[in-house]
């Protein structure tokens, strides 16, 4: 009996909302959405675009994708990466031992080669976040507040903005200090980088084991950071290292980013994260934890961890690059594979060339560059590997851009890795030609 | 219930574009229309420097400009009826008015939520206004180093005025103060140098417009970014976010599914749609245009209810019509100013 009332009375409403539609039509008048019906008429859009979508899928159809969209997670196809080419020709070895490199990498040529590539072990790729526990305490690293920034940010920020070489007594160290002080509950964390952070002010001496240890002192508490993440690739790339401890920090970096990158693209699905932080002066009450994390990110972050790539460390400031001889090895990821001669790869900023035997590699503009027996190659030093011709064209280049050519500045943002030392070197000689600006927007670009 | 706002914000994050398309066929099919989010007055014509790129031409005050009495009645009191959408208040330079204090006021009087675009130079002045009434959100124009940014507004000082803007803004507990910058051939390059001093100026955020042929901009076309430029600051600015809260704003267009490394929300153009524009002389504009050909109609003529209820219907229906794009920035398409597929690239074209 109820339900017959209830039928027609949606029946009437339904009815009157038609009538009511039909006059406005049949008057041409137009009516102001009420803020009650407007979620009803989200709802049925989204209805719409959801039954939409279901069609179009079954019928085969694409859906939308960015550049962020569909990537290729590295590690998993560097087979498509190093597609062979045709028209290479082959390059006998030749000794360009001349090159130096602009950093306190580069001597390790004179050590041979043992012929297996030195993959390191990065143990297993799982998304690393491992419970709600775990995602709330990055959360409350890496969101903002309402009126402050997050903390994480805050610091990679600090850190940023001292200029490199900066004496102790500059200003900005002690934003670094109080930046860290925040992050009252890492105790672990806050030393470990409180002592880099000592060592780049008194000028002390840093390993690569060092930054592999900051990096496992930042995932420990858990804090996924990109921009913390990218400070210490920029710290860590002038550092001596053997491939495999280069390999080894890169690959954890890849990950890092790539987890990044996943709870980005989640949090795009799901809503952001939202934090209050607690301000009076009274305690706050049991259980205030003024972070509001929307249900279904950690499951939306795990499912996009596979397919995440490492962002701008994946796509921009690569080099392209053709193996004119064998004997090289492309280390990514974690992983080692040998490169056949002819075939192309785009070294990216998170990878290692190693070559077991002197070896060849070209680069369509700068022509070839060479590597001595148990050569360790990365986008930080690859400029000095380059024959005088190559190493020239890029100084020619370099010197046009610092005087306002806005072509050659185009020019260098295709051979960034060959180019920034140069470029480095150049700002750093006139830092207020014309151009400077433009370069110092492009190393930007390569350090971050 | 969570779980469920969880899921259908899932769904509707990864299709807005296409739920805002379907939603604006539904409404415009049931004769029914959105209520603007926004409503930006530009308060006078009158600006007390020539920047190059200025979309509104400002300068002299314009013959006509809407009296105390007119803003009150015809704009506030109309917003009011419109359901309080956020009253933005641009110029020219708004500090020039002599009643903005009055007015200002009187909207939070209202209960509506204010915002203002300012050059800077007189906040200061106004401190009490801002003690009282704090905007929620206040946009002070920053082109670049001090050099570079005096050079372009033509005054000397103004650069460091907008910093003591930015301050005095805060200490005066506005929530959102934004260092806003136009990006220019000129300036687009120096970014980076640009970066520590936005960091460091106290601002919450960072918004990188970009030039729009528009108002005085029209007679500099030659200051429209080159693509390569265009590239490398969303390059940039997409870097920077990991760092400071920097957004391109919406002058740049879509990004697609690429928008979540560029700004907070997935892009829509507003213009017609949710939000629009009063000139000085109370012409209703979809955005910030000196065309009055645009116009939809005159507050003194017609009510502003009226006009955003029955205008605007070229951004309300659906098709592929000059104006039914919102993926697109109305003002640059209207321009012929494809900066969006520059911007972003050939991948991005797919995306959207
Ligand atoms: S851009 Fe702003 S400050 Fe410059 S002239 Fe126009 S209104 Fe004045
Ligand atoms: S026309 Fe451009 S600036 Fe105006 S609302 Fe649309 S996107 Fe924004």
Redesign the pocket.
């Known amino acids: 009996m109820k339900r017959w009332w209830v039928d027609l009375w949606a029946f009437a409403a339904a009815l009157a909302l038609a009538a009511a539609v039909l006059l406005r039509w049949r008057g041409g008048q137009v009516a102001l959405l009420s803020s009650t019906a407007a979620p009803a008429i989200r709802l049925l859009a989204l209805l719409v675009v959801f039954v939409q979508g279901c069609a179009d899928r079954l019928r085969g159809r694409e859906e939308p994708a960015g550049q962020g969209a569909a990537p290729r997670p590295a590690g998993q196809d560097e087979g498509q990466e190093m597609a062979e080419t045709t028209g290479l020709s082959q390059h006998g070895e030749k000794d360009l031992s001349d090159a130096t490199g602009p950093s306190e990498q580069g001597d390790e040529d004179s050590a041979m080669g043992t012929g297996s590539p030195p993959a390191p072990a990065l143990g297993p790729d799982v998304f690393p976040l491992a419970d709600e526990a775990a995602l709330n305490r990055w959360a409350r690293l890496v969101t903002d507040d309402a009126s402050l920034p997050a903390r994480a940010k805050q610091l990679a920020l600090a850190l940023l903005l001292v200029p490199e070489g900066a004496p102790a007594q500059d200003p900005g160290w002690s934003q670094v200090t109080a930046s860290l002080d925040a992050l009252t509950e890492a105790q672990v964390f806050r030393a470990r980088w409180q002592a880099h952070v000592e060592a780049r002010r008194t000028g002390g001496k840093e390993t690569i084991a060092d930054a592999l240890a900051l990096l496992a002192a930042m995932e420990a508490l858990p804090l996924y950071h990109a921009g913390l993440a990218g400070y210490l690739w920029r710290r860590a790339a002038p550092l001596p290292a053997s491939a495999t401890e280069r390999a080894e920090l890169l690959g954890r970096l890849e990950r890092h980013l790539r987890a990044c990158e996943a709870l980005r693209r989640a949090q795009f699905e799901t809503g952001p994260i939202e934090f209050t932080a607690w301000r009076s002066k009274a305690a706050p009450p049991a259980g205030y934890s003024g972070l509001r994390v929307p249900p279904g990110l950690l499951a939306a972050a795990r499912s996009h961890y596979p397919n995440s790539d490492a962002g701008t460390w994946a796509t921009q400031a690569t080099l392209d690059l053709a193996v004119a001889t064998p004997g090289v090895h492309l280390l990514r990821a974690g992983q080692a594979k040998p490169l056949q001669p002819g075939q192309r790869v785009t070294l990216r900023r998170l990878d290692v060339l190693w070559a077991e035997r002197p070896a060849t590699l070209r680069h369509d503009e700068l022509g070839d560059m060479s590597l001595g027996a148990g050569a360790v190659v990365t986008a930080w030093d690859v400029g000095a590997r380059f024959a005088a011709a190559g190493r020239e064209l890029v100084r020619e280049r370099v010197a046009a851009a610092r005087g306002g050519d806005a072509t050659a500045l185009k020019g260098l943002e295709a051979i960034l890795p060959a180019a920034h030392a140069e470029i480095r070197r150049a700002v750093a000689e006139q830092a207020q030609a014309a151009g400077s600006p433009g370069l110092r927007t492009l190393l930007e670009l390569f350090d971050m | 219930m969570l779980a469920g706002m969880g899921l259908l914000h899932r769904l509707y994050a990864r299709a807005a574009p296409e739920v805002w398309e379907t939603e604006t066929r539904l409404l415009h099919a049931l004769r029914l229309v959105r209520r603007p989010v926004a409503v930006q007055w530009i308060a006078t014509n009158m600006c007390d420097l020539r920047c190059p790129h200025c979309y509104s031409g400002a300068g002299k005050r314009a013959v006509g400009e809407l009296t105390t009495q007119e803003v009150l009645r015809l704009v506030v009191d109309e917003m009011v009826a419109l359901g309080k959408p956020t009253f933005v208040i641009a110029g020219g330079e708004l500090l020039l008015r002599q009643d903005i204090a009055e007015i200002v006021a009187y909207a939070r009087a209202q209960g509506l939520e204010w915002a203002m675009h300012t050059h800077g130079g007189h906040v200061p002045k106004f401190r009490a206004m801002f003690e009282r009434h704090p905007p929620t959100l206040a946009a002070i124009s920053l082109d670049g180093e001090q050099r570079q940014h005096d050079l372009f507004r033509g005054r000397r000082g103004s650069h460091a005025a907008a910093l003591a803007a930015i301050r005095t803004l805060k200490e005066c507990g506005c929530p959102e103060v934004v260092a806003g910058t136009t990006v220019t051939r000129d300036n687009a390059d120096r970014l980076a140098d640009l970066f520590p001093i936005v960091a460091a100026s106290g601002a919450d955020s960072w918004g990188l417009h970009l030039f729009a042929p528009e108002g005085r901009g029209a007679e500099h076309t030659a200051l429209c970014p080159t693509p390569e430029q265009l590239q490398r600051v969303a390059a940039f600015a997409r870097r920077k976010r990991e760092l400071f809260h920097v957004e391109l ?3 740049w ?1 879509s990004a697609g599914a690429d928008d979540r490394f560029y700004r907070d929300q997935p ?1 829509l ?3 017609g749609r949710i ?1 629009c524009v009063i000139g000085a002389t109370g012409e209703v504009l ?3 245009t000196t065309d009055l050909r645009e116009s939809e109609g005159n507050l003194r003529e017609r009510p502003l209810r009226d006009i955003w209820t029955r205008g605007f219907t070229r951004f309300r229906t659906a098709g592929p019509r000059e104006c039914s794009d919102g993926r697109e ?4 398409a209207r321009n012929g100013n494809p900066c969006r597929e520059q911007a972003f690239g050939a991948c991005r074209k797919e995306a959207v």
């Open positions: 704003c919406n002058e267009g892009f153009c507003g213009a939000s979809p955005c910030t920035c109305w003002l640059q």
